[in-house]
């Protein structure tokens, strides 16, 4: 090894420290800049207040609605994406993904021209007397909307790495595809798909555009947590900085769960050939 | 039992295969490529001929002209992998209830059953593990449980033994035979060993290039190989060649393409195989006097030790036709073989099989 190429490693391990470094500053700035602003005795003396508690009882309702119905529609969806070939797949997989890079407002905008008065379904809803915009049907449409396909790729991708011989296993065994699913696939495949649940929650418990664009910001029907900060920022800065520090800690306890749930990963064994 | 024709084109690779079953154990033997996985896979219905017919006794699994094809769990055909593809997130009972459960049997009947298909494979202690708690011979075992317990009509095995390390390979398969001859259904096994295909298989079909190119019985194999990869398998010398000319004492000339061999007469005319076992071929540093009507000149290319570190030596030579002679160590050593070195290869014709 010559002295400059040693120097030259070096360097770019200190490049990467650096760049870590700063990436980790602007991540954690704006955190401690809301952390230190309340102190715990007062975080949980503003929990009580009217407005903060309808609107996390609102959050945690819709987003958990929300992400039920994200699994009824989706895993149905990743088994047939996951398992079969058939015309128009590629698409299917792009539009399901869409929603992941399309800004959450122009889906808001787009929800509303669909299900509102004069919209495609709006028009043949009406006619039974039934509207969506501004309800808290809205809010889980909304959130079901740009939260999916953290839950249909996540599936889609556990599903896959399901080894084929465990459902081959399976059919000559007597197990119609069925059965299998339930319960050879989907076991193998649950921690991608519980993870997959867990990003699918978050991300409804943080929307925002499409809810305020779709659903309105009307108290206790509507506005959830990420609504009643913005409300609140106008009104009342430090209940803005209540609901930001209860929805910051929502979300990592979520993701920090996510990273060290003992089902990570318990699946992955030799199940045969080690001949102890 | 069954009756099965499967056509099936995979890129380059065609397998066109006829094979009936008769009571007791199928091997198919052949090397890995050959289309062994691929055949089982056509007959449990984890893949589709391109034309055929599989029946098993009365039921038709799949009929290319009549349109039927039947799926993997509508067929009576237990089918034990490779890798015996335990699902490992289920306990050993579970593994073997699976089946059971599948086909919605009351549980009474699954315990019952779980129960006495688990202690005849001696697994009574192990319900509770995990596959990957267990042992090779154990997982061969819950995996052979788990389709045995379904009382399949046949069994097929796709290289049982391989997923073991050498030291208990020896013990199991002794155990898995017993466990075969008992079994009221056939069995086709698969290998790509010629020993196992031996010691397994009541009939013995080997696998050539997705196709089958001798069908028989253990002795008929032994006996009269019909093609040069059976015959290097069981390391015999094979030859192929029409009978040119023959004399009053029964011995036949027979002209391959790579030179003429002496014969004990098979009668009647047109193409034979010969078989030379190597133990008939004696080998001299001077032209040999003796009695042997075949005698070929040439160089030994290799010797091997047969069974490795064994006392005796198999020497291959480039004689035409090519031969491998089996000497003991002491000849080895008395005649200073070693690569290289010319010599002769003498044996009788009534040393010879010929046969078509």
Redesign the interface.
């Known amino acids: 090894m010559t002295g400059p190429r040693r120097l030259s490693a070096l360097a770019w391990e200190a490049v990467a420290a650096l760049a870590t470094g700063a990436l980790f500053l602007l991540l954690l700035l704006p955190l401690l800049g809301l952390l230190v602003r309340v102190a715990p005795g007062e975080l949980l003396a503003r929990l009580g207040t009217p407005l903060i508690l309808s609107a996390l009882r609102l959050s945690l309702y819709t987003s958990t609605l929300a992400t039920l119905s994200v699994v009824a529609l989706g895993l149905p969806t990743a088994y047939l994406l996951a398992t079969k070939h058939f015309p128009g797949k590629r698409v299917l997989e792009v539009l399901i993904d869409l929603p992941m890079v399309l800004p959450p407002t122009v889906a808001g905008v787009g929800l509303l021209l669909a299900f509102g008065r004069a919209g495609l379904a709006g028009r043949a809803l009406g006619t039974f007397g039934l509207s969506i915009p501004f309800t808290t049907l809205a809010v889980i449409i909304a959130q079901v909307f740009v939260a999916s396909p953290f839950f249909v790729s996540a599936a889609v991708a556990g599903l896959r790495e399901v ?1 084929s ?2 459902v ?9 595809p069925a ?2 699913f339930r ?2 696939l989907l ?2 495949a649950l921690p991608s798909v519980l993870s997959g649940m867990v990003m699918t929650w978050a991300r409804a418990l943080g929307e925002f555009g499409a809810t305020i664009m779709f659903a309105g910001n009307l108290t206790g029907r509507t506005q959830t947590l990420p609504l009643a900060v913005y409300m609140a920022l106008e009104t009342d800065l430090q209940a803005a900085v209540v609901l930001s520090v209860i929805l910051l800690i929502l979300s990592f306890t979520l993701l920090f769960a996510l990273r060290f749930t003992p089902w990570r990963g ?2 992955r ?8 | 039992m069954l009756r099965a024709t499967v056509v099936k084109q995979r890129g380059a690779f065609r397998l066109e295969v006829r094979l009936d079953t008769q009571p007791g154990t199928t091997a198919v033997v052949g090397e890995s490529g050959a289309g062994k996985t691929t055949l089982l896979r056509l007959l449990a219905g984890l893949e589709r001929p391109d034309a055929g017919r599989i029946t098993l006794g009365d039921s038709v699994y799949f009929d290319a002209a009549a349109g039927v094809s039947l799926p993997a769990w509508e067929r009576a055909i237990g089918f034990v992998a490779q890798d015996y593809a335990l699902f490992p997130h289920l306990t050993v009972w579970a593994n073997v209830a699976f089946g059971l459960r599948a086909q919605g049997l009351p549980r009474h009947t699954i315990r019952v059953q779980v129960g006495a298909t688990l202690e005849r494979l001696r697994l009574t202690g192990l319900t509770d593990r995990h596959p990957a708690a267990l042992s090779g011979g154990q997982q061969q075992r819950v995996a052979l449980a788990r389709a045995l317990v379904l009382e399949p009509s046949l069994l097929l095995l796709d290289e049982p033994l391989s997923a073991l390390d050498l030291g208990t390979r020896q013990t199991i398969r002794g155990e898995l035979r017993e466990l075969l001859a008992r079994l009221p259904c056939a069995t086709v096994y698969v290998t790509h060993s010629p020993l196992e295909a031996m010691v397994f298989g009541d009939q013995i079909a080997v696998i050539e290039a997705g196709q089958l190119t001798q069908v028989g019985s253990r002795e008929d194999l032994l006996r009269h190989p019909r093609s040069p990869y059976v015959a290097t398998l069981l390391g015999i010398n094979l030859f192929h060649g029409g009978i040119v000319d023959r004399d009053r004492q029964g011995i036949a000339r027979v002209r391959t393409a790579d030179g003429e061999l002496a014969v004990a007469d098979p009668g009647g005319s047109g193409e034979v195989f010969v078989a030379v076992s190597p133990r008939e071929i004696t080998l001299y540093l001077e032209p040999p006097t003796g009695s042997a009507q075949n005698v070929f000149h040439g160089p030994i290319l290799e010797l091997v030790p047969e069974p490795p570190a064994g006392e005796r030596v198999r020497v291959a030579l480039r004689t035409s036709p090519p031969l491998v002679a089996e000497v003991t160590k002491q000849a080895v050593e008395a005649l200073g073989l070693h690569e290289g070195v010319w010599v002769y290869a003498g044996f009788k014709a009534t040393g010879v099989t010929a046969y078509r």
Not at chain 1, 168 to 176: E, N, S, V
Not at chain 1, 269 to 276: C, K, P
């Open positions: 080894e011989r465990y081959d296993a399976a059919a000559t065994l007597r197990a119609q059965f299998a319960h050879v076991p193998l318990r699946w064994m030799r199940a045969a050939g080690d001949g102890r």
